[in-house]
């Protein structure tokens, strides 16, 4: 199972940018799906989560400005970002719980995590 995201770059204060995670591979099923940011030395911080109903929970600090969404068809999840800060500069993670087939008949749910989209805005 491997995760790809795309989307990040550089955008001035006020602008949008929109993040996308395709996961790929043995794939049967994926429960949660999420995004975490992280700056140099700071922890990962969970930013906004959905669940396989499409539950969402977007953090305190981006709730008026940040949407979380899913296509299960292709198997990504997006972060629509609006009304950029410059603190919202961070490195963004995906994070998906994948069902995978353990074989034997069984099931396996793992956390796979994308490798990470840098987002820079600029004052």
């Known amino acids: 199972v491997q995760l790809v995201e795309s989307g990040g770059g550089l955008v001035q204060a006020g602008g949008s940018l929109r993040l996308a995670c395709a996961a790929s591979?043995?794939?049967?099923?994926?429960?949660?799906m999420s995004w975490y940011r992280q700056a140099p030395g700071n922890q990962r911080e969970l930013v906004a989560e959905?669940?396989?109903?499409?539950?969402?929970n977007i953090a305190d600090s981006v709730k008026e400005r940040f949407t979380i969404s899913r296509d299960n068809a292709k198997n990504t999840v997006y972060l629509q970002m609006n009304s950029l800060k410059p603190e919202d500069t961070d490195v963004y993670y995906c994070?998906?719980?994948?069902?995978?087939?353990?074989?034997?008949?069984?099931?396996?749910?793992?956390?796979?995590w994308g490798k990470g989209t840098l987002v820079t805005v600029s004052s």
């Open positions: 959905i669940t396989s109903g499409s539950s969402s």
């Open positions: 591979g043995s794939i049967l099923s994926i429960n949660t």
């Open positions: 994070d998906e719980k994948i069902v995978v087939d353990a074989g034997w008949g069984a099931l396996r749910a793992t956390d796979y």
